[in-house]
């Protein structure tokens, strides 16, 4: 059993610093850009992990149907849990090993999606603090509903369940808000013995909405051919946002990539990279292959330009005029917040990636068939005959986006360059 | 026995004899495609509610192009069944996303079927004041969706008079699963499912009377004694009277069952005082034995299970669980470490696609288990 966060500072002190040192020193446009996004999730991860020896601290491990800034508004360190595996995947890879093995050992199939066991894994190691609380919504899939009880067992910590509602229409989020109100806040209220302040929440969110606006813009630009950031660089605001939305790191953060982008532009500078095509990515792509993403533009001069899940901002700033307007948004926020948009049925999925892929002027798409989630390779038959019907270039791609010995970048390489070598 | 007999014969297929009287008489069945679709509703208003099995469909080749290897058997199943046209006896379908796999089966359906009515149940996750509000009011979209299409009303006297039915079938259940404590047990397993399956497959008040006649002739039944370990069976998507005949061959008896197809189905009874009838059936659904799906469902289930296994002296636990069904695998990893904790039950996990219903393997896996016992 190893102590909390112990890999996760291992990831901070071995690979971030050098890296974010190693950008630095680069005398390169979107490596300094990087260096910068980089920044502020170094030192995001250093307050978790310092919080998680402080008696004193809160430590809110929360699944995608909620947003930080709640979590802020009490004075915890929030930490979006699906987030986490990635931070390893791209950088300790033996640790998504390790944390794999622990939750099969423990009994969890190989078959259950590896983001799931992953988590598993980490909380059966002891990388999750004893100081820590969970608050998880009862979906959108079945590895959440399962990863979360056997997580809660066995850290014996406080946790709170919400009802997700699988409907896309403004009651529901209004549902979803009011129980927002009447169970998170008494929960939050309870494990912090802090009194929800209004006033302060309301600053928190005006302060992720400076953040949102921003994106918004960012996100604009990526419309314009060629892209103004190379692929690698496109989602990295809207990551910063999910995990620390609310904090005025994250506004930084993202402010200083909305300035670069909007010099880049203004100046004129283009992006170097030839775009022979844009792709949509559907669902969320490896993170274990860094290299990925610039290999397709450099070999292929195939950009990424957007993806279904990680990275469409598709609302407007939360309303804060009133009590009830601002939670409805905040509901609203985590309910369209990345794998939540996996309530929707096929159609809806499909509905949602094709309104992307003309918004951001794509002409393919590739989508990924996450070996362990039973919910996108459902979904998988209605998208393909779409595709087929409409003529839209379609890869469906199988792999495990956390595990690299399931399907290795090499092989995704071999299959993305020869679908781009047919159309 | 006669009686058994017949429970054989209507188990084994959705088009039974009883079924099609009905149908030639102008009734109208829907399909249901999970447990926890309050099926109430639809017998108040007249219809005849049918839970969706495919009884030997081996082949899924024309479901495989649509639905994903990955997606479990049954909900391949179901939609091989659908696009050959084996449904076609429906007059409409209520699916739930209960789980993923069914979530996706809900669009192939809508997609694919030509049935007068479909609706999609979007189920609670929660056992909680939340969960209960949202089942309310999907239950209550159920109902007029079902008035809108079949130009009718569901009344509160309505709805009260298929509580009693259903709290009648609940009851002789009950009764039926005393006979399964006794030792020997008064029925084996597999007889026992047959008679469950036939609840799921017929029109509800003529199951009652089938039931009523049959138990009779159980309780005066005269088994010889044996010391066979008694076993409970828990699963999703079982169904299969011939899985639970295989188990019983290798040497055990099947004396209770924790499954979509059995217990689930089954247990609990409704409220009928209650001044709301719909709450007092939401009510039910939330206080039975919950599907692992309930993200908080496990103490629930693990109260239902240890009076189970203590009232009907279970010894081992066989866990049923169909390939790639994530629930299920959370939910058997919890049980078997709270049964390790707190009792000295064994559990054996054994993994099968929905129609299989023996294999080699099997048989080894389940040799070994009960010489352990």
Redesign the interface.
């Known amino acids: 059993m190893g102590k909390p966060f112990e890999k996760t500072t291992q990831v901070i002190n071995e690979f971030a610093k050098p890296a974010l040192e190693f950008l630095r020193a680069l005398d390169d446009e979107d490596m300094k850009l990087q260096a910068k996004s980089l920044e502020g999730t170094v030192e995001r991860l250093e307050d978790l992990t310092e919080a998680a020896s402080n008696p004193e601290k809160r430590v809110a491990l929360f699944e995608w149907g909620l947003t930080p800034q709640l979590f802020y508004a009490f004075d915890c360190l929030p930490l979006a849990m699906e987030t986490f595996p990635y931070l390893f995947s791209a950088t300790q890879k033996q640790v998504v090993h390790e944390f794999l093995e622990a939750a099969e050992s423990?009994?969890?199939?190989s078959?259950?999606?590896s983001t799931d066991r992953f988590l598993v894994g980490a909380a059966l190691s002891g990388e999750f603090p004893k100081n820590a609380f969970f608050v998880?919504c009862?979906?959108p899939?079945?590895?959440?509903?399962?990863?979360?009880?056997?997580m809660q067992?066995a850290l014996g910590v406080p946790t709170l369940?919400?009802?997700?509602?699988?409907?896309y229409e403004r009651e529901s989020a209004r549902?979803y808000g009011r129980?927002i109100r009447?169970?998170l806040i008494p929960f939050l209220e309870e494990v912090t013995g802090k009194k929800f302040d209004l006033e302060r929440f309301r600053e928190i969110i005006e302060e992720s909405n400076r953040a949102y606006e921003l994106m918004l813009d960012v996100y604009d630009t990526y419309t314009t051919t060629p892209m103004p950031v190379p692929s690698s660089l496109r989602g990295s605001p809207w990551m910063v946002f999910i995990s620390d939305a609310g904090h005025p790191r994250a506004t930084k953060s993202i402010q200083m990539f909305h300035a670069e982008v909007m010099r880049r532009l203004k100046e004129g500078i283009p992006n170097p990279i030839e775009e022979k095509h844009r792709v949509i990515w559907g669902h969320v792509q490896p993170y274990f292959d860094p290299l990925l993403l610039p290999w397709m533009e450099q070999e292929l001069k195939v950009s990424v330009i957007t993806s279904m899940l990680t990275g469409s901002p598709i609302l407007r700033p939360i309303d804060t005029s009133s009590e009830e307007t601002m939670f409805e948004g905040y509901a609203w926020q985590g309910l369209d917040m990345t794998m939540s948009l996996m309530r929707f049925?096929?159609?809806k999925i499909l509905e949602y990636t094709m309104k992307l892929y003309n918004q951001y002027r794509c002409d393919s798409v590739i989508f990924t068939?996450h070996?362990?989630?039973?919910?996108i390779?459902?979904?998988?038959?209605?998208m393909r005959r779409y595709f087929q019907k409409e003529g839209i270039p379609a890869l469906f791609l199988e792999l495990d986006y956390v595990d690299d010995r399931i399907v290795s970048a090499e092989n995704l390489k071999n299959q993305i360059e020869e679908f781009f070598s047919t159309i | 026995m006669e009686h058994l007999k017949y429970f054989e014969t209507m188990a084994q297929s959705l088009t039974n004899a009883e079924a099609l009287v009905w149908k030639n008489s102008g009734g109208r069945i829907i399909g249901l495609l999970c447990s926890s679709i309050p099926e109430e509703i639809i017998h108040a208003a007249g219809l005849l509610p049918m839970r969706v099995r495919t009884p030997g469909l081996q082949n899924t080749k024309n479901a495989d192009a649509h639905l994903h290897r990955i997606n479990c058997s049954y909900t391949r199943s179901v939609l091989e069944a659908l696009l050959t046209g084996q449904l076609d006896f429906l007059d409409g379908f209520v699916a739930a996303n209960t789980c993923d796999h069914h979530f996706r089966l809900v669009s192939e359906i809508e997609d694919k079927s030509t049935l007068k009515f479909f609706h999609y149940f979007r189920m609670h996750h929660t056992l909680s004041t939340g969960g209960r509000e949202w089942l309310l009011q999907e239950m209550k979209k159920l109902a007029e969706h079902i008035e809108e299409v079949f130009s009718t009303s569901i009344s509160e006297d309505q709805l009260r008079e298929t509580i009693a039915v259903y709290n009648h079938t609940r009851r002789l259940m009950n009764r039926l699963n005393e006979l399964r404590k006794k030792d020997p047990p008064l029925l084996t397993g597999s007889e026992y499912m047959n008679i469950a399956l036939t609840g799921m497959s017929i029109p509800r008040e003529i199951f009652n009377q089938k039931l009523e006649a049959l138990l009779p002739e159980l309780e005066k039944r005269d088994l010889p004694k044996h010391h066979l370990p008694r076993l409970l069976i828990i699963g999703g998507a079982c169904d299969s009277p011939d899985f639970i005949e295989f188990i019983e061959s290798r040497g055990a008896t099947v004396v209770a069952d924790g499954l979509c197809f059995g217990l689930r189905h089954y247990m609990g009874l409704i409220d009928e005082k209650a001044e709301d009838p719909l709450e007092a059936i939401a009510d039910r659904y939330l206080t039975r034995l919950p599907c692992p799906a309930m993200i908080d469902g496990l103490e629930l289930s693990h109260e239902i299970l240890k009076t189970l296994i203590d009232g009907s002296k279970v010894q081992g636990i066989v866990y049923a669980r169909l390939k790639f069904c994530d629930h299920f695998a959370g939910g058997r990893k919890l049980l078997a470490d709270r049964l390790r904790q707190e009792h000295s039950v064994p559990v054996i996990e054994l993994e099968r696609e929905y129609n299989t219903t023996k294999s080699g393997q099997l048989s080894t896996r389940l040799q070994a288990f009960l010489e352990l016992l």
């Open positions: 423990s009994g969890l199939p078959d259950v999606c998880s009862a979906g899939c079945d590895g959440t509903r399962i990863a979360y009880p056997i067992k369940f919400l009802e997700l509602p699988f409907t549902w129980q009447t169970e049925d096929s159609r068939q070996v362990g989630c039973n919910s390779c459902g979904a998988g038959g209605i």
